[in-house]
C-alpha cells in the first residue's frame, strides 16, 4: 500500500513536465528581455533563447497523450522519460549561454536557475539515479563558467533594474516549483476521481 501511495504514472509526470517547462521557458525569456537592458557590451539573442524554448515546447507536445493518439508511432521515441532529457539539455544549453554572456556564475541573475534544473527532476518524478546524473552534469557545465573572467559592464542607473532580475528569479524558482507540485497533484487527482466514478 505505502509503494501504491508514491507511485507517479506517466500522466502525473506529463503533466508536471508541460506545466513546469511552459513557466520556465516563459519566465526565462522575460527575465532575459529586461536583463537586456541592464549590460552596456552585452547582447543577448532573444530570437535564440525563443528558439530554444519553442524546440522545448514542440518535443514536450510530443510526449503528450494526445499527440500518441493521433501518431501512435512515436510512442517509443518521444516517452517521457526521453523528453525530459531532452528537455534538459536544450535548458541546461540555453542556460549556460546566458550565463556566460553576462558575467558567469559568480555575478550572473541567471546561475540560480542552475539549482532549478536537478531540481525539477524530483517535481517530474524521475529518479534518483538521473537526478544525481542532472547534478553531475550541471557540475561539470558550471565548473567552467565559475571561473570565467567577467567583462559586463552595467547601463548607468541601472543597478535597481537588475537587482530586479535577480528577484525574479529567485522567486520564480519558488513559484514554479510549487506549481509543478500543483499540476502533478492536481493530474493525480483527476485520475483517481476518474477511477471512483468508473467504479
Known amino acids: 500500500m505505502m ?7 506517466d500522466k502525473d ?20 528581455a529586461l536583463a537586456e537592458g541592464v549590460y552596456v557590451n552585452v547582447d543577448i539573442s532573444l530570437p535564440f533563447i525563443a528558439s530554444l524554448g519553442i524546440s522545448s515546447g514542440i518535443i514536450t507536445f510530443l510526449a503528450s497523450p494526445t499527440c ?7 510512442s517509443p521515441y518521444f ?3 526521453n523528453v525530459v532529457w531532452a528537455d534538459y539539455f536544450i535548458d541546461l544549453f540555453g542556460l549556460a549561454y546566458l550565463i556566460s554572456i553576462t558575467g558567469g556564475v559568480t555575478e ?18 524521475q529518479k ?18 565559475i571561473f570565467l573572467p567577467s567583462k559586463v559592464e552595467l547601463v548607468p542607473n541601472k543597478q535597481d533594474t537588475e537587482l530586479l532580475c535577480y528577484f525574479l528569479i ?14 502533478r497533484a492536481y493530474q493525480k487527482g483527476r485520475i483517481d476521481l476518474g477511477e471512483q466514478i468508473a467504479t
Open 68 to 74: 500518441k493518439k493521433v501518431y501512435p508511432f512515436l
Open 79 to 81: 516517452s517521457v522519460n
Open 3 to 9: 509503494n501504491q501511495a508514491v507511485v507517479v504514472d
Open 108 to 125: 550572473s541573475p541567471f546561475s540560480p536557475l542552475l539549482i532549478l534544473l536537478p531540481t525539477n527532476g524530483i517535481i517530474i518524478g
Open 13 to 32: 509526470r506529463y503533466a508536471a513536465l508541460a506545466f513546469t517547462q511552459m513557466l520556465s521557458v516563459l519566465f526565462v525569456f522575460l527575465v532575459a
Open 128 to 145: 534518483s539515479r538521473d537526478i544525481t546524473f542532472y547534478y553531475i552534469i550541471v557540475f561539470f557545465v558550471s565548473a567552467p563558467l
Open 170 to 183: 529567485h522567486y520564480g524558482i519558488l513559484a514554479t516549483s510549487l506549481l509543478g507540485y500543483w499540476a
